[in-house]
């Protein structure tokens, strides 16, 4: 059964990370974006850790009292023992927790993300196929208009305005439909002329 794709608040969030290599530093760039403080637990860190302000480095073992005050964790070692010890104790304390590369250790997972300024997308497989997820974000990349993410800053600040100007919600509705179809055709409209130069 495939997994519920769900977007959670993530700033100022506490999450540990056990495992300091490059698994470990890939999952978090992948968090870092979305604001949460990271605490980074391995005895050998890479050094690529310490150039990241929202990174904290505990170069040690890990241990359960790591996880005191953590909201997330994510197993990122190379020994499979650890990053299921982790995992139950993750589970003991109803923490979620991601395990690399092993789903059924998982309470939830990264998808293959794209992200520009407000807009976040998301392709999981449910793990059948790393790879597929892969190409369908290049392919979903590929279409999206270029300047999408200033699009999306537009239709934000008009939206306040609009459900005040419009309370009535079906109209309300219309209006922020009419408005979002003309950002994007503007948009597109421009994206085309640059291209064209």
Excluded: W
């Amino acid at each position: 059964m495939p997994a519920f794709p769900m977007f959670v608040d993530l700033s100022q969030k506490s999450v540990l990370i056990v495992g300091g290599g490059q698994i470990a530093l890939h999952k978090a760039k992948a968090l870092e974006p979305f604001g949460p403080r990271l605490f980074v637990v391995a005895p050998d860190v890479d050094t690529a850790f310490d150039e990241m302000p929202s990174v904290t480095v505990r170069r040690k073992e890990y241990s359960e009292d790591d996880l005191k005050g953590m909201d997330m964790v994510v197993a990122a070692t190379d020994d499979y023992c650890l990053n299921a010890q982790v995992a139950a104790d993750a589970g003991k304390h109803q923490l979620p927790v991601n395990v690399v590369d092993e789903p059924d250790l998982c309470g939830f997972y990264f998808g293959s993300m794209i992200t520009e300024g407000d807009l976040t997308v998301a392709v999981s497989t449910d793990g059948a196929s790393p790879a597929a997820a892969r190409e369908l974000k290049k392919r979903i990349r590929e279409v999206l208009p270029r300047d999408v993410d200033a699009s999306l800053a537009v239709m934000k600040a008009l939206r306040p305005l609009v459900k005040r100007v419009y309370p009535d919600q079906k109209q309300r509705s219309r209006v922020l439909n009419g408005l979002t179809k003309r950002v994007m055709e503007a948009d597109a409209v421009c994206e085309g002329e640059t291209e064209k130069k």
